[in-house]
């Protein structure tokens, strides 16, 4: 059914600093047209899930403005450029929103955030072997660092108190790798 479906234009409504806002008119199959919202992440994203030598995850706390509260996930952020590969773009995120570097990041899974209407998409590594380095937030963060244990977060995220599906993948990922 969906090779029927088919795009018979797309318009920019929005054009942001690393999202860009469409509406799609649609053909269905039955031959009626609906517009479609699209929203186009530009550059990507990575997320790490850091692992201390005791087994505790670092996380980070901020504030999200899209649910006008604070959020408690692993660092991430958006590539610098296309031309970034993720796996760099973890490592600064880590040394940037924690303080700490690694030596030993390693590709952990590829998620897609929100399929029915945008097509970001995040590269998660796992970061082992962490060194204290230079904490750096960019100018408008503000975050908090924190220190769990896999099976503390997997109760939050089985509590409904973690959402985030960046977050909960990779923890949820992590902690079946470990069983293994």
């Given at each position: ?37 699209f929203i186009s992440h ?47 773009c973890a490592a600064r ?29 995040v590269d998660v590594y ?55």
């Open positions: 059914m969906a090779e029927q479906i088919r795009r018979l234009e797309r318009k920019l409504m929005y054009q942001g600093a690393i999202l860009d806002i469409y509406k799609d008119t649609m053909q269905l199959p039955n031959g009626s047209t609906e517009a479609w919202d530009r550059m990507g994203a990575a997320a790490v899930l850091p692992v201390l030598p005791d087994g505790r995850i670092i996380m980070v706390r901020q504030y999200r403005n899209a649910l006008e509260r604070e959020t408690l996930e692993i660092p991430a952020g958006c590539r610098d450029s296309l031309e970034e590969g993720t796996d760099v995120e880590l040394e940037e929103e924690t303080g700490y570097r690694s030596d030993n990041i390693t590709f952990l899974l590829s998620l897609r955030t929100t399929v029915a209407f945008c097509d970001e998409y796992l970061a082992r072997d962490l060194k204290p380095g230079t904490r750096h937030l960019d100018e408008a963060e503000s975050i908090d660092v924190e220190y769990y244990t896999v099976e503390e977060l997997c109760g939050m995220i089985y509590g409904g108190k973690l959402q985030d599906a960046k977050t909960v993948s990779a923890i949820l990922a992590y902690s079946n790798m470990r069983e293994k």
